[in-house]
Structure formats: structure tokens, C-alpha cells
């Protein structure tokens, strides 16, 4: 199927939530003021709250200018944008609530429909089955799916099928925004457009990576749902994992959706199962205490509102992942998440191996390889870690380490780096999907990390503590001191 980037309709269901005002609608603006919205295209927002039109509108308007730098709005463009937003009032689980969005669709029965679900998961199937009662989905329909897909392999699957009841595979966009962002994207260009690299890639000249995805805040008042989830569910089954497959992939025969996704399949199949004998020495599981983020207290994750004394949830994962085939043997991936972390931080580290003979001062061996640092967030961009020689007399041929620099903002004469969303609400709008996750990508995803959270409860001890503030427990830094590594801030 290929949606045409004209006459589309973009219906949002939770239209009023965080999601859609933060996000959503924002990403949508700058998609009208670049000229990327079709001319006729509308915004049909769906939610149970009583509103019309008019107020809906108004609540955009306010959203758009919290959340859009003064400077981007433009009055014209923001006319244009206010003009093409619907609302219509929907019980989600009620199909005779639908009828108000039947009549919104039918005034064009043949245009593009985009359902955008920003909802929990639980209600996917419900949504899906009672837009088919009503006749909402045509023959060029899609549907976007939020994460996270249910919480392991068995509930996933379960709203994988009811949504599989009335959308095929091609019809489901699955959102990672991490996928979105342009430095991951740029990992394919960087790998496989530049020889420097693409002769690089592989166990013979690498010798460990880092994935690292930190983040200050702490639960943010989602108690509720992060002690469900945990940082396992809510960082690594995703995000983690999706950037493991980019960076570690084989080259695709091309670019299409299908080519791509397939040699990532690839990786999550060839990840190395952690036993429960090899937790002690391939996992770390945190949870914050109490401690300082730049200079002021906050509270620990026990202490934070609403906690419930029982938990044994974690806010930090590190893992040894190992890849089984060719390309990667001997090589092991270490993924990094937590919250509380001393800075908001989304960073691959690729280390190569050093020469095999070195032939200057003995004392600076250990400056003798370089990095690949390919950072996602703050300050997109990559950066080489090399060596040459210090300037100066009488320091002979002693070495420093300097970075070779593209800092992403900087190096390109547009004004802004677009939103990840923004990337991949226009991918939906023109019908491409490789940016985004196949079902099999997703049951190999939960296989891996259902098998390790298995041990997890059957583990009584609570997860290690550390303090706010900290990159995480010191036992993170262990498991990598006890190959001969470290963390890339660590250096």
C-alpha cells in the first residue's frame, strides 16, 4: 500500500493525552510549515472528552506554543495547520460512539486514513475491531501502534492478533522513535556508504561496543506504570535492542522496508540466551537511591510518590549481550540503561581493536585505539576518537587522543534537526516502513528478554542501589573491569 502525501486523513485516537500534545501535534505543525501536508489532508482528533471543534483547536493552539520554539511558528503556517483539525467525541470501547467519526470519514471515501493509536495496548483491539463495525477502515487505511506492545511475549502476541484481524502486516506501522532520529538513521549511510567503515565492522578490528540510553529524570509520577514495567520493558525490549540490531546488522540487498528489517531479525536471533547461571556475570539490576542532580536533592525511587514498599522493580539495567555468528563472535555489545543518571545521554561507542605492534612510548599504551562515538541525543551528531602527535618542542612523538568531529546542527545549514516524530509521521504519510518494527522483530525481542526476566522473579534479592545522580551500581563498572574494558566516561 502507498499513501499519497495529499488528501490523507491523520485520525488520532487519545487526542487529548500527553502523548498527542506533546508530540503529536507539534510534529504535525512542522510537517504543514515545511509543505510536507497535503494541501486538503485533515487532523481528526478522537478522545472521550466532550469537546467540538472549535476547543479542540484551541487546546492544539495552546499545546503548539508551549512546545514550538516562538520562532517557528509561523502565523501563516499555523492558520493553515488550525484549519485542517477536526474533533470528534468517541467512548473507544463503544461502536455505536463511532458514528460521529463514520460521517467525519465518509465525506471522502477513498481518501488515505491514518489511525493513530496513542492509548494504552489494552484497547488496540477494541479500537480495530469497532472502526471495521462502523466502516471507518477502507482499502487505504493504516494504523500506527504506540509501545510498548503488551508486557512479554504472550501479551503481545495477544494484541498483535487482534489488531492482525483488520490490518494486515503491511497496514501496521509499530513506532520506536528512536528509529526516527536522524543519527540512527544515519547508521546505515555511516556503515554501508563509507569503505572506511563497512571493512571495519566485524570481530576482526572491533573489540567491544557500547549502547548507552540514559536518562535524569526519575518516574515522573507514572508509579504506577514504570513499577510494572521496569527499565527491562520499557528501555531495553526497545530501544536497546533496536539499536543493537542497526549497529550490528549485515548489509540488506537494499534499502526497502522489508530488506532492512530482516537482516535486524537476523540479530535478535543470533543474541546469545543468558542463562540464569550467567546473570551474576552478564546483568546488573539497579534502583536509585536518594542523591543530588545538579546540586539539588532528589528522592530515591522508594520514596518517590506512590511507591509501594513490595516492589522490586528495577531503574537500571546493564547487560553483556553476545551475538552468535561470525560477524560478532568474541565481540560483546554492553547495554546500558537507567534513570537518575548524571545527564541525559543516547550514545553508541564503537571501540576498535589497536594495532597489534606499538611502537611508541610504553606508558601511553593504553591511549592506543580508536572510537566511534555516535551519539542520538543531546547534540546529535558522531565523532573519531583518534591519535597524532602533541604539538610542541621536546615532546617528541607523545601522542593525543583529539576528536574528529560532525556535530549534526552545526554542519548543516538547516535551522533545526526535525523530531523524530516528525520523521516518522512522514514515513506513515508516504507509506514507508522500514523505519519501523515487524511483528517477528518484536516476538524476538520479548523471547530474548522474557527468558532473562524469568530468572529475575525467581531472584528475591532487590536490585542493587545506587545513588541518584551516578552512572548506576558499581557493579556495572565490574562486569566490564573484568574484561578489560570500561565505560566510554569512564576513560
Request: net charge negative; charged share 25%; aromatic share 8%.
Amino acid at each position: 500500500m502507498s499513501i499519497a502525501s495529499t488528501s490523507s486523513d491523520i485520525v488520532i485516537f487519545g487526542a487529548m493525552g500527553d502523548l498527542a500534545q506533546r508530540k503529536l501535534i507539534p510534529s504535525l505543525f512542522q510537517l504543514e510549515s515545511a509543505d510536507l501536508l497535503g494541501q486538503d489532508s485533515r487532523i481528526i482528533g478522537v478522545a472521550r472528552h466532550e469537546e467540538d471543534t472549535n476547543s479542540f483547536s484551541d487546546i492544539c493552539k495552546e499545546s503548539l506554543a508551549r512546545y514550538v520554539k516562538p520562532e517557528e511558528l509561523e502565523p501563516e503556517a499555523l492558520k493553515r495547520f488550525l484549519a485542517k483539525i477536526e474533533y470528534c467525541s468517541v467512548n473507544f470501547t463503544e461502536a455505536e460512539s463511532y458514528q460521529d467519526l463514520k460521517t467525519t470519514l465518509d465525506t471522502s471515501a477513498e481518501r488515505a486514513r491514518i489511525f493513530y493509536y496513542a492509548t494504552p495496548a489494552s484497547i488496540y483491539g477494541s479500537i480495530s475491531k469497532n472502526l471495521t463495525r462502523c466502516e471507518c477502515i477502507n482499502t487505504n487505511s493504516c494504523v500506527v501502534l504506540e509501545k510498548p506492545i503488551g508486557h512479554n511475549l504472550k501479551s503481545s502476541n495477544e494484541v498483535n492478533d487482534q489488531v492482525a484481524e483488520y490490518f494486515d502486516e503491511t497496514q501496521i506501522y509499530r513506532i520506536d522513535h528512536y528509529l526516527g532520529k536522524e543519527t540512527v538513521q544515519n547508521l546505515i549511510a555511516l556503515r554501508f556508504a563509507n569503505p572506511l567503515f563497512g571493512s571495519q565492522w566485524n570481530q576482526s578490528h572491533i573489540s567491544h561496543v557500547e549502547i548507552t540510553v540514559a536518562e535524569k529524570v526519575g518516574i515522573e509520577g507514572r508509579w504506577g506504570y514504570f513499577d510494572k514495567a521496569g527499565q527491562m520493558r520499557d528501555m531495553v525490549q526497545n530501544h536497546l535492542l533496536q539499536l543493537l540490531c542497526l549497529t550490528a546488522m549485515d548489509p540488506p540487498d537494499d534499502l526497502s522496508a522489508d530488506m532492512i528489517r530482516n537482516e535486524k531479525v537476523k540479530v535478535l536471533k543470533a543474541l546469545r540466551p543468558i542463562t540464569s547461571e550467567m546473570c551474576s556475570t552478564h546483568v546488573v539490576r539497579g534502583r536509585y537511591t536518594k542523591g543530588m542532580l545538579e546540586g539539588t536533592p532528589v528522592p530515591g525511587y522508594m520514596e518517590e510518590e506512590g511507591a509501594n514498599p513490595d516492589s522490586n522493580t528495577e531503574t537500571f539495567v546493564a547487560i553483556k549481550a553476545e551475538i552468535n555468528n561470525w560477524r560478532w563472535a568474541g565481540v560483546p555489545f554492553y547495554l546500558r540503561t537507567g534513570k537518575r543518571m548524571p545527564e541525559k545521554l543516547s550514545q553508541i561507542t564503537i571501540h576498535f581493536k589497536p594495532q597489534p605492534h606499538f611502537i611508541f612510548d610504553e606508558n601511553q599504551r593504553h591511549l592506543a585505539q580508536n572510537k566511534l562515538i555516535i551519539r542520538l541525543q543531546p547534540e546529535e551528531g558522531i565523532s573519531l576518537q583518534i591519535l597524532n602527535k602533541d604539538q610542541g618542542l621536546g615532546k617528541g612523538m607523545r601522542l593525543r587522543s583529539e576528536p574528529l568531529k560532525l556535530n549534526f546542527s552545526q554542519a548543516f545549514e538547516q535551522k533545526r534537526i526535525p523530531d523524530a516524530y516528525e520523521r516518522l509521521l512522514l514515513e506513515v504519510i508516504q507509506g514507508n516502513q522500514y523505519l519501523f518494527v515487524r511483528r517477528d522483530e518484536v516476538e524476538h525481542a520479548w523471547t530474548w528478554c522474557d527468558q532473562l526476566m524469568e530468572h529475575w522473579a525467581s531472584d528475591t534479592k532487590p536490585p542493587l542501589p545506587y545513588a541518584a545522580g551516578s552512572w548506576g551500581p558499581k557493579a556495572s563498572d565490574l562486569m566490564l573491569i573484568k574484561d578489560g574494558n570500561s565505560w566510554h566516561e569512564d576513560q
